[in-house]
T-cell receptor
Framework: GAVVSQHPSWVICKSGTSVKIECRSL??????MFWYRQFPKQSLMLMAT?????????EQGVEKDKFLINHASLTLSTLTVTSAHPEDSSFYIC?????????FGPGTRLTVL | QKEVEQNSGPLSVPEGAIASLNCTYS??????FFWYRQYSGKSPELIMF????GDKEDGRFTAQLNKASQYVSLLIRDSQPSDSATYLC????????????FGSGTQLTVLP
């Protein structure tokens, strides 16, 4: 149980375009999901907390207009990177909360050319 | 500021030995404690969680919690080369946000 999926697993896009990443809880409902970013050889960095039916809470330094989060259902949260630039290239990982435990998706590797 | 400290390693142990991973945390109000394993290029995978003082065993893994000392550890018995990964200690506070504070991770290498 407690399986979380992400789609796509990797994406390459041109600078200036937008990319949407989906995070789904497959066998449980998740009122709360989290979005992280991880650069090579670094630890996870929490970007935002996503709550179903309400606005996401962004961590300090994360631009909410650039990283749009939508949590429209109990099993789906999306992260849209708008006007992506090469510095946005990173490993984006979501997690979903089940019984006070975070279960992570497999991650999405974004490369912006 | 809530902090979680881990020895970054690298920690090397021979196959079949016991690997001991340690973690300390600063927030005395922390309620839940987690160990995740992260292979290179992959996302974290939950190994164990522990809420109460003492030991919790699951197969070859034992988590130990001492809230008075603000200390969490993970023991891996009969270590295998497939256990080679970065081990992340994570702490959840008492607040409603249910966010995790992660340590920087300990890189473990099990030598065949």
């Amino acid at each position: 149980g407690a399986v979380v999926s992400q789609h796509p697993s990797w994406v390459i896009c041109k600078s200036g375009t937008s990319v949407k990443i989906e995070c789904r809880s497959l066998d449980f409902q998740a009122t709360t999901m989290f979005w992280y970013r991880q650069f090579p050889k670094q630890s996870l960095m929490l970007m935002a907390t996503s709550n179903e039916g309400s606005k996401a809470t962004y961590e300090q330094g994360v631009e909410k207009d650039k990283f749009l989060i939508n949590h429209a259902s109990l099993t789906l949260s999306t992260l849209t990177v708008t006007s992506a630039h090469p510095e946005d290239s990173s490993f984006y990982i979501c997690s979903a909360l089940s019984t006070d435990t975070q279960y992570f998706g497999p991650g999405t590797r974004l490369t912006v050319l | 500021q809530k902090e979680v400290e881990q020895n970054s390693g690298p920690l090397s142990v021979p196959e079949g030995a016991i690997a001991s991973l340690n973690c300390t945390y600063s927030d005395r109000g922390s309620q839940s404690f987690f160990w995740y394993r992260q292979y290179s290029g992959k996302s974290p995978e939950l190994i164990m969680f522990i809420y109460s003082n003492g030991d919790k065993e699951d197969g070859r893994f034992t988590a130990q919690l001492n809230k008075a000392s603000q200390y969490v550890s993970l023991l891996i018995r009969d270590s295998q080369p497939s256990d080679s990964a970065t081990y992340l200690c994570a702490v959840m506070g008492a607040g409603s946000a249910r966010q995790l504070t992660f340590g920087s991770g300990t890189q473990l290498t099990v030598l065949p």
